[in-house]
């Protein structure tokens, strides 16, 4: 029996978030529920403009990166992107392949085929050096591989690493490396896709083509201080990013401004001001008229784009910011003019031809996303929603249009759900059957003709993909079962060459959920080389894990719950008794049989426009869970079982008043007439989807559980 559980929250919180936000209680208590309630979090579920996503030059490293590849260009350097094979990297490849090819870069790339290791590999590089090729961008891999970025400095060749991957002890000496997991990164957000890292990459190098680009502003602004006098604060921007701040409080009276920090600090600056003529007459009081202060009035230019703040003064723009409305401290009117100033850049620099380009390249951000499970909080939510609008305009990129058209998903509304059943395991499948450069290639093709090639190419090696799944599960099967026990539970581990190098991880994903333990997938190539995925779950860090091996890999490496690995064959038993050493030592966290239930619904709610509250939510995925809710006394209308299976389904129709609700409960068949009849009343636990059929959406329950109602 599972347990039902709905966290206590308070009302005075609900009531908070309603007047804070905006929101209805019903949103406002699932809000609460979810723990969503501090302004940075609710800003990224309630807002989708771009302008909240993480400016690139966060990046410790990004003026570097783009300085590098700009220079490549002005010395008609050869450049390699090397990707990954898995949509993730296959996306974040084909993102800054496009950019540069299409900006007159001299351009290649290159993936993983075959039986190709992960990541960077030393004939990639030595290949690349026979082409008098200087500079190696890596997407979505390299921030392990230490030896062939060593070899590629011998060679003259230069590396900048993009990558989202967890960072070993050593690094790289690359020439620099753009990842969000570094502890030094300075980029606020670690979770982001390999291909979002290629993007905020091509973001910052369309952003150097402005005059904006490596510009040193300030922004200064005068206001009474609450004791007699004033305050001249004053804030650096450099590539839109605040890079400093000052607050000088100057005593009523004439003030030397040698005496304060305003020279030092505003010394080789462009100084924006907030009119003129007031802050200037300011200035002179506070200092004299002898001193002069070249400055910029600001607001005639924000008053031509945006009429109503001809006349505002900063009071009024700092509490029309929306960024501002979700700040934990209020704003102020310093940070109000920052605002505003990269709003009205952003809108200045925003071009028809760079709007297109970043519109298609966030369909691939939001496919990155989506395929490497990346949680869908923060500014991952304003990536995939923005890539679902782009997808769902009709404006699909080429390559995409061809592979959509193929599958039969062109003409309807596209959710993130039918893109992870459908659209991402076809381009996965190009790398796991070892022909990622097909995806590649259909995705950065100029011609039309070929990208339909390539799709139809795509297509026939997801069925491949399929049966040699369905092959590894069937011949390891037994295996898995012996390994979850001989491992007492707490690890299943399969070693067998019959698996394709290709579907280990997937494998190791099935093993994983039906035993509710980390799982390890071994196979071997090449007759030598071992190679292996790991799936991992209930709080073991599979990178950790495999750190725990010492030396023991060629290479390995990923993220907390998915990694990989390869050793040598000879060093299989060594392998095995190493495992069953770890295993001993391995805690794995209780698995909690609990419904977490968001909210009660009353009939009255249940209605199709609930569907709304629930599109508030969306997408749902990793750490954002579908909605549940709880409803009680519902009576069964109707009840049926259906499917050939042996479990059999229930479709079950529920009286909630002016609406007959129907609702879905998968493999439960055997439960009507044992557990409840129509004409019952029943309690229940559910999500709520949509059901579409001939064009028609309509609303849908998903049970998860039932109860007799006062049971």
Known sequence: MKEWHKKDVSRESIQFLCDTYGVDALTASIMARRGITAGSDVLYFRENDVRFLHNPFLFCNMEDAVDRIKNAKDEAEKILIFGDRDVDGVSGAAILYTYLAQNGYDVSWRLPVGDDTYGLSMEAVDDFAKQYGTLIITVDCGISNVQEVAHANELGIDVIITDHHNPPETLPDAFTILDPKLENSGYPFKDISGAAVSFKLVSALRFSETDLYKEDVSLLNVRPAERNGCIIECMKVHNLVATASLSEYIPDGTASIAQTKLPAFLSGQQIFVWNERTVKKQLAAIFGSGVEFNVIDFRPQIAAMIPQLENANLLAVKDMSKIAKYSETPATE??????????????????????????????????????????????????????????????????????????????????????????????????????????????????????????????????????????????????????????????????????????????????????????????????????????????????????????????????????????????????????????????????????????????????????????????????????????????????????????????????????????????????????????????????????????????????????????
């Open 334 to 711: 310093l940070e109000g003019f920052y605002n505003v100033f990269v709003t009205f850049a952003e809108k200045k620099i925003a071009t028809k031809q760079k709007l297109e380009s970043e519109q298609d390249d966030l369909q691939l951000v939001m496919l990155a996303a989506l395929a490497d499970i990346m949680p869908l909080k923060d500014e991952n939510r304003i990536l995939v929603r923005q890539g679902l609008a782009s997808i769902n305009s009709g404006k699909l990129r080429h390559g995409l249009a061809e592979l959509f058209s193929r599958l039969n998903m062109t003409g309807k509304k596209i959710s993130s759900t039918d893109l992870s059943w459908t659209v991402i395991p076809s381009l996965n499948a190009a790398g796991r059957v070892g022909r990622s450069d097909i995806a590649l290639a259909m995705l950065i093709s100029e011609h039309g003709d070929e990208r339909e090639k390539f799709a139809e190419e795509i297509i026939a090696l997801n069925e491949k993909r399929k049966q040699l799944v369905q092959d590894a599960s069937s011949v390891t099967m037994s295996q898995a079962e012996e390994s979850f026990l001989q491992y007492e539970k707490k690890l299943c581990v399969v070693i067998d060459e019959r698996v394709n190098k290709g579907v280990t991880g997937i494998l190791a994903s099935r093993f994983m959920n039906k035993y509710s333990v980390p799982a390890i997938i071994v196979t071997f190539i090449d007759g030598n080389t071992a190679v292996g995925s790991m799936r991992s779950s209930r709080g073991l860090n599979a990178t950790e894990f495999l750190d725990s091996f010492g030396d023991f890999f060629i290479n390995h490496g990923g993220h907390n719950y998915a990694a990989g690995f390869s050793f040598e064959r000879t060093k299989l038993d060594a392998f095995i008794e190493k495992l069953q050493t770890l295993a001993k030592s391995i805690t794995l966290a209780e698995e909690s049989n609990a419904l977490e239930i968001d909210a009660e619904l009353p009939q009255k709610y249940l209605t199709p426009d609930i569907l709304s509250t629930i599109d508030s939510f969306e997408p749902f995925g990793e750490g954002n869970r579908e909605i549940t809710f709880l409803s009680k006394s519902l009576r069964v209308l109707d009840a049926i079982t259906m499917g050939k299976s042996e479990r059999q389904h229930l479709k079950i129709t529920f009286d909630c008043g002016k609406y007959k609700f129907p609702a879905i409960f998968w493999g439960e068949g055997e439960r009507l007439g044992r557990d409840f009849n129509k004409g019952d009343s029943l309690d229940i636990v559910y999500s709520i989807n949509r059901n579409t059929f001939n064009g028609i959406s309509t609303p849908q329950m998903i049970l998860a559980d039932i109860k007799t109602s006062n049971s």
